[in-house]
């Protein structure tokens, strides 16, 4: 009897033990949906470097896992409910077309956090986030209008939404600045991701006396296209350097690695809350890969002058005065456009050549 | 518009069409022998992928095409195991052989995105590349797009005047009386399969190793479907798929060269051009019956069990 509550004691206290070991060392699960594939070298394999920086950082301490290639809509939240019915702590949706899906499932499943990134939606357990790209597009835009022969920049973009406009606009502006002769001609190519496609459109652009060339879509091909016509090129979302060593000016890149891990870091803590991350240059979630050696030393100084204004705070990229196309001034000097305008953004600045396609 | 932009459209037409036409030309070969493969696609990437390891290893691009055939061969072999010997759901085989390749692709390729080559080089035919407009426009181009007409001349002089060509035929048409009259049914159909899982692994090295040097996953973007509606378009003929192709790429070349002229147009009206063409065709075809009946194999997509 009395063994046999000892025994009884014995156990009870190794369980309550063997609990608390267990959820100490149980790791934080965290899941992310990624639209395209982790091999597209653009957007989504940049969130992956994201997801392989966290790993680093925690080790034991979380667990990741990802789905990729996952269409935007009800796929979607099949995929999110599926995440956070295995018992995910943390889920970062990875594309715009989420955004209704992720709400959705939040509401069911209320101890989950969720993040998503480029949405404007928000609920107790959903925060959003993005990088201000638009400030490395700045940057590259100066670059683009020093370095330009033919004063013609070919710019091709996928889809005229607010994120892909403000895009187009700050790249202008600072090819503008830098050179006031310059325009930027835009080609919709209708799609984020069609290598061969976007390498015509890149072709195109070339044959309308465009010298350098930016994208706003996921593949390498404008890189490639420009190296072998002996032109520049600048390239986004991650370094693009290996498609074409002498095209290749910079690129803008995004480092989600940093937030992430402050992300998961907030949900380990306890100090997880809802909000809208908007971070860039000074957080170095947008940076610049390394500049290219054909880049001038006067070009470099200006790039690295005004990347530290931006670090700074004392230039926010859209500072007045701004023009629309029709050269009327729409920001006057002194005022700049917050970041609601930003968000919303259905105009070209001047310089832009062609006129915005009403989606 | 001035002549050079015009040149250059037409340059750009027939680049945009080559994948089109080796894809499309394989898998209506395989139709005509009463096979329909729905894996074009998984096929083409499976080419694109291992052309484009090979060509990495090797270093030599040539490696890299020869690669890219045989691996579409190896995936179509799997299909005619899986749909001649088996004799397994046709659509539902090549639906799952598309999935397949996609996913194998982007597994083996993993290693081997952001990794950049030298593609296969133009190559301008000596004298004939030297005619103004028609030199530019016809004989400056890389070999696979002159492979992709030889292909054309070769299938379309088989089906119209050997005995190959009416065998094919004969089987995609009742195989039961072919093999009535001794035609060995299944080697023509595994015949005709790997033939176009060749052509298809072709396609997926054009992309890969001249058009767009590079390896990322899922490179194709639909060129399979594309094919696919392609042979229904041509009504099972060479010379329509030829020209479909060139159409096809055509549209597409003129929905970026328009935007540039500045044509004020909505980009995703221009982008629909395309298939907007392929339906209207579909429809003009389709609305003689008799002879859209006449056109397509009888037996396609039949399953087929031989009598022992």
């Known amino acids: 009897m009395r063994l046999n509550k000892l025994t009884q004691l014995a156990m009870t206290a190794a369980l309550a033990l063997g609990a608390n070991i267990v959820s100490a060392d149980e790791p934080l699960k965290v899941g992310f949906v990624y639209v395209g594939p982790t091999g597209d070298a653009g957007w989504s394999y940049g969130h992956d470097q994201g997801r392989k920086y966290i790993v680093e950082k925690f080790g034991d301490k979380i667990e990741t896992n990802y789905v990729e290639s996952v269409a935007e809509g009800a796929d979607s939240e099949r995929v999110i ?16 077309g989420y955004m209704n899906p992720t709400l959705k499932v939040a509401k069911r499943f209320k101890k989950v956090k969720f993040e998503h990134a480029t949405g404007y939606k928000r609920g107790k357990n ?7 790209a638009y400030q490395g597009r700045y940057l590259t835009g100066l670059i683009a209008g020093k370095m330009t022969k033919t004063n013609v920049i070919g710019y091709v973009a996928s889809f005229p939404i607010p994120e892909v406009i403000r895009g187009i606009n700050a790249f202008t502006k600072g090819a503008v600045e830098a050179n006031p002769d310059v325009t930027v001609k835009v080609v919709w190519a209708s799609t984020w991701y069609d290598p061969a496609k976007e390498r015509e ?9 465009a010298d350098i060339l930016t994208q706003h879509t996921d593949s390498a091909a404008v890189i490639q296209a420009a190296e072998s016509k002996g032109n520049f090129a600048i390239g986004y979302h991650s370094d693009m350097s290996a498609y074409g060593a002498k095209a290749h000016l910079t690129s803008t890149v995004h480092n989600w690695g940093p937030l992430y891990a402050e992300k998961v870091q907030a949900v380990l803590d306890g100090t997880w809350k809802s909000e809208d991350l908007w971070p860039g240059i000074a957080e170095g979630v947008t940076d610049l890969a390394p500049l290219n050696d054909a880049i001038p030393a006067d070009v470099k100084a200006l790039v690295a002058k005004k990347k530290q204004a931006i670090k700074d705070g004392t230039i926010r990229v859209f500072d007045g005065p701004i023009f629309d196309q029709s050269g009327k001034e729409v920001v006057p000097a002194g005022s700049s456009l917050d970041d609601g305008a930003l968000k919303s953004f259905n105009w070209y600045v001047k310089g832009v050549e062609g006129q915005l396609p009403k989606s | 518009m001035d002549f050079e932009l015009f040149t250059n459209i037409l340059f750009a037409t027939l680049r945009t069409g080559t994948p089109l036409i080796l894809i499309a030309l394989g898998e209506m070969v395989c139709e005509k022998s009463g096979v329909l493969n729905l894996g074009q696609e998984g096929m083409v990437l499976m080419g694109a992928a291992l052309g484009f390891i ?12 020869i690669a890219a055939i045989l691996a579409g061969m190896m995936m179509s072999v799997l299909f005619a195991f899986l749909a001649v010997t088996l004799v397994s759901n046709q659509v539902a085989t090549g639906l799952a052989l598309t999935i397949f390749g996609t996913g194998l692709s982007g597994f083996l390729g993993a290693g081997y995105v952001g990794m950049a080559i030298d593609g296969i080089a133009p190559f301008p035919i000596p004298l004939l590349s030297d005619i103004p407009f028609i030199g530019k426009v016809l004989f400056s181009h890389d070999p696979l797009v002159y492979l992709s007409w030889v292909m054309f001349a070769l299938i379309f002089w088989c089906f119209r005047s050997t005995r190959l060509g009416l065998t ?3 089987v995609g048409e009742n195989p039961e009386a072919a093999n009535a009259i001794g035609i060995p049914v299944m080697k023509v159909r595994y015949g005709a399969i790997l033939f176009g899982g060749a052509m298809a692994g072709l396609a997926g090295a054009y992309l890969s190793l001249v058009y767009t040097p590079m390896w990322s996953e899922g490179m194709s973007a639909g060129r399979g479907w594309i094919a696919l509606a392609l042979v229904v378009f041509a009504s099972w003929k060479a010379e329509r798929i030829l020209l479909g192709a060139y159409l096809f790429g055509a549209a597409s070349i003129m929905h970026l060269v328009l935007q540039g002229l500045g044509f004020e147009a909505s980009p995703n009206l221009l982008a629909m051009l395309p298939y907007g063409a392929t339906i209207i065709v579909l429809v003009i075809i389709a609305s003689d019956a008799a002879k859209a009946k006449l056109s397509t194999p009888l037996a396609l997509g039949k399953p087929y069990r031989p009598q022992v």
Do not use: C, N, P, W
Not at chain 1, 201 to 209: F, K, P, S, V
Not at chain 2, 54 to 65: D, E, F, K, R
């Open chain 1, 201 to 209: 459109a890149a072709e195109t652009l070339m044959l309308q006396g």
């Open chain 2, 54 to 65: 090979a060509a990495v290893v090797t270093g030599h691009a040539g490696l890299g095409i």
């Open chain 1, 126 to 132: 959903t925060g959003t986030y993005f990088a201000r």
């Open chain 2, 168 to 170: 094919i035929r004969a």
């Open chain 1, 81 to 96: 409910r599926q995440l956070a019915a295995k018992g995910h702590d943390l889920i970062f949706t990875t594309s715009f």
